[in-house]
């Protein structure tokens, strides 16, 4: 039970840190707190350093437009990523001056700020990290000597293997202290084998290597073990009792040795540091990684980083709203390491027997047979992934903890552990998703959902919309369908990838980047001052996703592997690139978790009082005897499972009498060894465990294909989640109490009606719409006692809430939001427009019908980049009764209205309207629409003009020496997207604009 030492560490605060349920009392405020969403509910954003490139009075900046347009939180890292170094050296006295600045205005502002604990976004490390410090391999070099006699034998000193990402990430200094460092381990000798047998993939099954999972082409999910197919020729392996271990000969790199006659083979053994280095940190903060399974060694970096800025700090007031709050992991990326200071200790405690005479195996070479060395090999991984939790993440967990903080992970790409347990040993598991074009991480967000819900963390955060060479192109309406698949895959905090630092003079716009990296969420976008539209309905969503516990019906069980990424059956999914759940809702577990669920009603419950209905196995061929009886208790007390039995244990410890007592437990479990046909129940105590040909024939990334798993659900008597008859609405189902709430999303850019069955009975139903704020009843079509059937219509990309509490009201106080519309009056003939000299735009122009500006043959306004004023008069006849909006048509790229001197709020969705009832006049009415696109066409303008900017990766003279620049471009960036020749980008209130009535 070794395997449970940090499960119950990751588990232990399942109830202390879980959010309770809302209240009556809570109930009542949800409505006030939808309107008007508390700071807890307003999304973040990475705020990104460039290399020195800090200033004080542009973190204040940054920090106040944050506050202003609705964000709550900051993730504070400093890079290097494609922009010329500043002046400010990481942790120099000057840096840290700022960094305090940072706290205290994060603090006066109320803005969380969450630090990475180390330079980049790799880790945790830095030059102050020794080669005894870092993470290390356990390298081999071979001797081949003929024996008969005693000789004194030359062994070459191990090579360091090549750093996963070059050596091109080292400094000069950092080179020669890769090449030096090196320790001997061990020197064994064994009879020679004839070569011909190495283990397949030995470099990942060694710990290696682990490439990036979501960006590097072929990398597994998992680690298939290769097995035995023939009997081994003599020479073919290496026996375990042939080989002697000469480690006491080793001198100055040679052994004296009485060699026995034969031809042998000496391996000596040695380690060296893994070529992780911290990537891409400020140079001053380029060094290695440091040890991921060593207290000593992280502490030591702790210590130099975190700690001298807490010290700097001194003590902080934890009741305040804002400042320090967080520690940050962030997406595993220095690869994987396979030697530890204690590893044979340690390994002894843990598998129960020497790893040394194994040693060998890393190298490729066939210790005993392949089944054996997959063995050892699988228990070098879990010995590894047991000691990088305990003594690296949850260590830091406990370090945060002792400071006041929380600890939140991204655990996944390049992870050498399992994702699932490397983000279960976090405070706050966190994902991440890029925009359309990017990497595919969809699988991260089911990952961190499924560990929060488990864990009963009601916070889900994702590092949101992470681009390269995005432009500036991405705004709030091209993110709105992005935004609520995220709401639907569970995530409930956007952190958006990436805030800039504006280091800059503010006359320099769009300013810095990170090189081509971010969807460029930062003050300088010409849409920031209206974007809080947008980020309240982010914060309606995110408080309303956060503040009750999810429904979901299938747990999938993780096999017992490392590494390993949990994908879902794609049976289970619909899309490609934004997937949404099918019909029933689940989780993914680790197998740490499921040792503390247990079975109450027939459900698999956990401390945080998440349930479900249905615990589905993968399809693996090993399982410890461990976590065998875990699962047949729980189906003893009233579990259903469906699964394939395992056929044998996955390592070396207590083999072969581990494989026979798992026979036994299977026997008792499945109710024999041989598979029925079709798909059988059998039960055990009081539940059942489903199985049979049918899941063997119909496997989806290890999991029994969707429908099958369904057809048991059914079997149950357990009714649909959530279903739609045209199959285009996403959905997730939450609960609060006695109040089911469900967010349905239109995920086709197109209006739609349809009939949408929701698994709740009895209830209102209401219409939340987050977009607005308003809230509304709606008519029931039907009710079977199980489910409640709505007719719901969609605009374009439309989401909302729909609400089911309390006793059902009549028929005639609800209103279907399926209605009619009817056009009053087309706003047409000419526009006056007014666009700001300062960046090119004449000060007044009529538009003589609306038109893209990038059309215009005046080029102020066809390379013209941000904000012009229509203003227009016009005499309203029609009637004043009923709802009256005012419909925009299209719109690039987001608009604010005034209507007889009212401000009616922005626009930035779809429906592109605006409520004018109460303001619209018979007569005389007098309209301005502020209009602004992005920041494309003026890039692309300037681009025909002489570039001033920076040159071979150097500030240009005339910024540093505070000069007049000396070109007339209107735009400065630090990082070109556009050529002279991009085409340009439609802009501008394209319309038709209409008074419209909405018919009930």
Known sequence: MKLLKYTLLASSLFLSGMNHWASAEELKDMKRLFVSPPESARPGVYWYFMDGNLSKEGMTKDLESMKRVGIGSVVFLEVNVGIPRGHVDFLSTEWKDCFKHAVRECERLGITMILGIGPGWTGSGGPWVKGEESMRHLVSSVTRVTGGSKQTIPLEKPSPKPPYFGEGAFTPELKEKWLDYYEDVAVLAFPATNGKVSIKDIEEKALYYRAPYSSAPGVKQFIQREEQDKPLEPGDAIAVDQIIDLTSLLRDGSVTWNVPSGEWMIMRFGIRNNGAVTRPAPLPGVGFECDKTDTTALMAHLRTFTGSLFDLLGERDTTLAGGLKILHMDSWEMGAQNWSPRLREEFKKRRGYDPQPYFPVYAGLVVGDKNISERFLWDLRQTMQELMLENHSLFVKAYARQHGMQLSIEPYDMNPMQDLELGASADIPMCEFWSPGGYNTSFSAIEGSSLANIKGQRVVPSEAFTAAGDGWRQHPASMKNQTDWAFAAGINRLTYHTFQHQALPDSLRPGMTMGPYGVHWDRNQTWWPYVDAYHTYVARCQYLLQKGQTVADILYLAPEEAPFVFRAPKSALTGD????????????????????????????????????????????????????????????????????????????????????????????????????????????????????????NHLDNLYPDFDLTSK????????????????????????????????????????????????????????????????????????????????????????????????????????????????????????????????????????????????????????????????????????????????????????????????LGTIWTSPWQVDVSGVLKQGKNELKIEVTNLWGNRLIGDEQKVNDGIVNGQWPEWLLKGEKRPSDRYTFTTYPHYTKDTPLLESGLLGPVHIIQVLD
Not at 644 to 669: H, I, K
Not at 868 to 895: H, P, R
Request: overall charge neutral.
């Open 577 to 696: 690139y934004m997937v949404d759940k099918r019909e029933y809702n689940f989780d993914a577990c680790p197998p740490s978790l499921l040792y503390t669920a247990f079975v109450e009603d027939g459900k698999i419950k956990f401390p945080s009082g998440m349930e479900y209905r249905l615990l589905v196995l993968p399809a693996f061929k090993t399982m410890t005897l461990d976590l065998l009886k875990k699962i047949e208790s729980l189906v003893k007390d009233g579990a259903v499972v469906i699964g394939l039995p395992p056929v044998q244990t996955p390592g070396l410890t207590g083999y072969p009498d581990s494989d026979r007592n798992l026979q036994q437990a299977v026997e008792n479990l499945w109710g024999g060894s041989q598979q029925p046909e079709g798909l059988k129940f059998h039960t055990y105590g009081k539940g059942r465990i489903a199985w049979g040909t049918d899941i063997q």
């Open 712 to 903: 048991v659900l059914r079997e149950m008597h357990v009714p649909v989640d959530f279903q739609s008859d045209q199959g285009t609405v996403r959905y997730i189902h939450k609960q609060v109490d006695n109040v089911d709430y469900f967010f349905v999303s239109n995920r086709v850019d197109k209006e739609m009606s349809v009939n949408a069955h929701f698994r709740t009975s009895g209830k209102q139903p209401y219409l939340w719409d987050p977009v607005t704020g308003k809230t509304s009843l709606i008519p029931v079509s039907t009710d079977n006692g199980k489910q409640t059937s709505l007719e719901l219509a969609f605009a374009p990309y439309q989401s909302y809430f729909v609400f089911f509490s309390g006793d059902r009201q009549s028929a005639s106080a609800a209103s279907t939001n399926i209605k009619g519309k009817r056009v009053l009056m087309s706003l047409q003939g000419s526009w006056n427009v007014s666009f700001d000299p300062k960046w090119g735009g004449p000060a007044e122009v009529e538009f003589p019908t609306l038109q893209d500006w990038s059309k215009h043959t005046e080029p102020g306004i066809k390379y013209y980049s941000g904000t012009a004023i229509y203003t227009k008069q016009f005499d309203y006849k029609e009637t004043l009764s009923g709802s009256l909006f005012l419909d925009l048509g299209l719109v690039k790229n987001i608009a604010k209205v005034w209507l007889n001197g009212q401000d």
